[in-house]
RNA sequence: GGAGGGUUAUCGAAGUGGUCAUAACGAGGCGGUCUUGAAAACCGUUUGCCGGCAACGGCGCGUGAGUUCGAAUCUCACACCCUCCGCCA
């Protein structure tokens, strides 16, 4: 959500960030919301003047009656009650165009990074670097549920009949590497200075409705029933939620937050569950890490962020490489965006494993964020947020990168303590 | 789940229909006087949002609705906190 008076003031710059997104049927929405904004600020200026007058007479009112000059107070009354319908239009139109004027507030995009590479969809992403080597052994990879059950790790047949399809059983090693990971992924990241959390698991649709829009609540969120409550599809929602509707001092900033959460989706829509296995899956667990500080520090934090989840993967020896999010494949709320991705040596090729993400005051704004500066003003703070380890999805990109001839797998030394000191997973 | 009490500014807290959001009183913060310096004392100052170049105006006393010429104050719903009872890992 951009600044209304921004918009007001920069029509232009908003009208080519909208075709450089190439949202183009977007631009019109531009004149709308100025034309719109313009009749609010009519209303609302003869809505204040009408109540201020209200204000006057009824402490007139006040006094009258103090003074037993009945009638005349009844005289006064009529005053104000004759201007009471038209306040009440007034009132009626400035709440209607807020409204609307909110509504193509929340559609208008970010105003994107200069860095960010123009491209229409997800085809024009742009690799940014590779970090380690890409390799494919000379023996035959197998999916990786395959894998999993080759090692007594996974069982989806008893999940389907439990929960449905969308869920698994993770057993014995399989299900304790899982929870290495997440431990370490943990630790890793409060090495590196982040305050460990566990949030909510569950949040309300007020929180819901202001981190996403309708059509993205529809396609992910489970409603509790009977509660106002829903399951979150990720915890930067509910870690972001903590700071909603507050003004932080500015010698408190930044706030740099790692958060461990199960994660519930949906799935409706594009992709629906279609990938056999664990990769796209109604629940799963997620070691996240966010960042609120100051806008100018934004920049080095998203650099901070992406790299740590790198470095992560690094550490367990699995390739990956960043891949610049383009401009029209750039979500509305964000500013840039890198999607860093697991070598698969069994497709020969990267796949999604996390996403890095700067939303600029966009997020801040929308949620009421606010930094009280030293000279005692007051500004919307710059969110961020990253992937540190999704277990279910990287243990794709993990068996496959340390699976042995043999079909067993290599713990890499890092996890070792987290598994009894294991130093590998042998077939059943 | 049941009963009772509560939610007011940075904090504590008064306020039960108009001069109480210009929010008593106390504390804290900031500025000053005094002091070699500090403390104490004294004086001043200290909420957020919206509109406006400004002057200024409007809104905000947990949230939302309602009654009223006028609501922190009355009514209703909801949320949260405290105490007790019940249930429970």
Redesign the pocket.
């Known amino acids: 959500m951009i600044d209304?008076?921004f918009l007001r003031e920069n029509p232009d710059v908003v009208r080519q960030n909208i075709k450089n997104k190439f949202q183009d049927s977007k631009l019109p929405l531009v004149d709308e919301v100025i034309a719109l904004d313009d009749a609010y600020?009519s209303f609302?200026?003869e809505?204040?003047?009408l109540?201020?007058d209200?204000?006057?007479?009824?402490?007139q009112?006040?006094?009258l009656?103090?003074q037993g000059k009945k009638e005349e107070a009844e005289a006064v009354?009529k005053q104000?009650?004759d201007a009471?319908e038209r306040l009440a239009e007034l009132e009626k139109l400035e709440e209607e165009y807020s409204e609307k004027i909110k509504k193509i507030m929340m559609t208008i995009p970010n105003i994107i990074d200069p860095s960010v590479p123009i491209g229409k969809d997800d085809s024009e992403n742009v690799e940014v670097q590779k970090y380690g080597e890409p390799k494919v052994p000379d023996f035959e990879i197998p999916y990786h549920t395959d894998i999993m059950e080759s090692l007594g790790g996974l069982d989806l047949d008893s999940a389907r009949k439990v929960a449905g399809n969308g869920f698994y059983y993770l057993m014995g090693d399989i299900a304790r590497l899982h929870s290495a990971i997440i431990s370490y992924a943990r630790d890793f990241m409060i090495d590196r200075g982040f305050t460990y959390c566990i949030p909510p698991f569950m949040i309300r649709s007020e929180v819901v409705t202001g981190v996403m829009s309708f059509a993205e609540m529809d396609a992910m969120m489970y409603k509790i029933e009977g509660e106002d409550l829903f399951l979150i599809g990720t915890s930067e929602h509910s870690m972001i939620g903590k700071f909603i509707d507050t003004?932080i001092p500015e010698d408190k900033l930044p706030q740099t937050l790692t958060s461990y959460s199960p994660c519930f989706r949906k799935e409706k829509g594009a992709h629906g569950i279609e990938e056999r296995g664990v990769y796209r899956i109604h629940q799963f667990e997620k070691q996240e890490m966010i960042v609120v500080c100051k806008p100018e520090q934004s920049p080095y934090w998203f650099d901070q962020l992406w790299q740590n989840t790198v470095d992560l993967f690094r550490t367990m020896d699995i390739p990956v490489r960043t891949l610049e999010c383009c401009s029209g494949d750039l979500a509305d709320l964000k500013v840039k965006s890198v999607d860093v991705e697991a070598w698969s040596p069994r497709q020969k090729k990267y796949f999604e494993v996390g996403s890095c993400s700067n939303l600029g005051d966009a997020q801040a704004r929308r949620l009421k964020i606010?930094v009280n500066g030293k000279d005692?003003k007051?500004y919307f703070a710059h969110t961020l947020n990253n992937t540190v380890v999704a277990p279910p999805r990287m243990l794709i990109a993990f068996l496959e990168n340390n699976l042995n001839e043999d079909g067993s797998i290599n713990i890499p030394k890092v996890l070792q303590p987290y598994m009894g000191g294991k130093t590998v997973i042998c077939k059943k």
């Open positions: 209304l008076k600020r609302k200026l809505g204040d003047t109540r201020g209200r204000n006057k007479l009824s402490k009112i006040g006094a009656m103090a009354k104000v009650t009471a003004i606010r005692g007051k």
